[in-house]
């Protein structure tokens, strides 16, 4: 953390578990008979509720979206750059609510949490969750906090989908819907993807079939290769030319098998520490409900019909270089708002960095997102 923190910054935040009792029936038929939710919160919640903004987080996100934790924290919550004082989402406006979704490895119930009927943890046998899950019993945490209808509900990538997933279940309880860098269904390429790393993933030794806890280890290779493979995915060809171009370690070829280019050692970097802190079977669960994700499927494909029954109003973004979920994606999506008759705002964004871009606060998208989010507060009052 700063010497000083910044102005624009929430400060130190404190996460907080949410215990539901109650059960949660879930898509692929089985139920959890009580939860935690882990949530972190930032400004205040005005008189009437009205104010208050969720944040979806995308496949390795969890509830540490602001601030830091400690004065020992190095760098500040992954959307740090959006949410705050006279940011995008303005937390002297908006009281904003960011959670580690159910089946995630940040405090939630989760594959690594302890399944109370055995003492041991869930691990395999966690249920299969969904899109339309989290929103489930994200509806549930909005109803323990008071809050009857979000102003609005953003989210980037499989965030995004979080939130058109909102606008469907939930017409009634937000007013604005946010899918940034997102899609309305995988492509099968990004399935393909998504099966590589899994597989990755579950043919490691040490990944015992999901049961590495009880071994005492974890299935880090794994994790490691399917980490290269998806942050492969996130970042765009020219970003990654501009960033490490053909640069060698050293200053000759090795003639071996060792990570020799500076792309080489950044991926196995970022795969050695992803492997240390995220958990295979989240990873495996996340992956899959990405792949489930199609709120077209029970209306014969057909998108528009989907939406029919909205009332919110849309704002969705793209970025030109991004491979992973095509500005293609994004217009199939405005497209079918339209047709249905819905109210949206649609910019793509010219960004060298590729499907990261939505994390990093270039000026046009700054400006669109600030100026979108301006007016949801002026409907609010805040």
Not at 232 to 243: P, R, V
Not at 248 to 275: H, N, T
Not at 355 to 381: C, K, N, Q, S, W
Request: aromatic share 12%; with cysteine.
């Amino acid at each position: 953390m700063p010497d000083t923190l910044p102005a624009d910054s929430v400060g130190i935040v404190t996460p907080q578990t949410y215990h539901f009792d109650a059960p949660i029936d879930l898509a692929c038929g089985q139920t959890l008979e009580n939860y935690d939710l882990v949530v972190e919160t930032y400004g205040t919640l005005n008189a009437d509720a009205s104010n208050a903004v969720l944040i979806c987080h995308a496949l390795s996100g969890h509830h540490h979206a602001a601030g830091y934790h400690s004065a020992e924290d190095r760098k500040p919550g992954w959307w740090d750059s959006c949410i705050g004082p006279g940011k995008p989402i303005d937390t002297d406006r908006f009281f904003v609510v960011s959670l580690n979704n159910l089946g995630g490895c940040h405090g939630s119930t989760g594959p690594n949490s302890i399944n109370p009927e055995t003492g041991k943890p869930f691990g395999p046998e966690f249920p299969v969750i969904t899109v339309g899950d989290w929103v489930k019993s994200q509806a549930l945490l909005a109803d323990r906090l008071g809050i009857q209808c979000w102003a609005a509900v953003v989210g980037g990538s499989l965030g995004g989908m979080q939130a058109l997933q909102w606008s469907l279940d939930y017409p009634d309880r937000l007013r604005h819907a946010v899918a940034i860098a997102s899609t309305p269904r995988l492509t099968a390429q990004n399935i393909a993807f998504n099966e590589v790393a899994r597989q990755a993933i579950t043919s490691d030794r040490e990944f015992h079939d999901g049961r590495y806890y009880d071994f005492d280890t974890v299935p880090r290779r794994g994790l490691m290769l399917a980490r290269m493979v998806g942050h492969i995915t996130y970042l765009s060809d020219a970003s990654m030319g501009e960033k490490f171009g053909r640069e060698l370690r050293d200053q000759a070829y090795k003639f071996g098998y060792d990570a020799e280019f500076q792309v080489e050692s950044y991926l196995r970097y970022q795969g050695e520490r992803f492997s240390e802190t995220f958990d295979a079977n989240t990873y495996l669960l996340m992956t899959r409900a990405l792949d489930y994700f199609d709120p077209a499927y029970e209306y014969g494909g057909d998108l528009s019909k989907a939406l029919a029954a909205g009332n919110c109003e849309y704002l969705v973004l793209s970025f030109s270089t991004d491979w992973r979920f095509t500005p293609a994606r994004s217009e199939e999506m405005v497209n079918a708002m339209i047709a249905a008759r819905r109210k949206v705002s649609y910019a793509e964004v010219d960004a060298p960095w590729g499907h990261d871009a939505f994390l990093i606060p270039t000026p046009r998208y700054t400006d669109i997102f600030t100026a979108y989010m301006d007016r949801v507060a002026r409907e609010v009052g805040a």
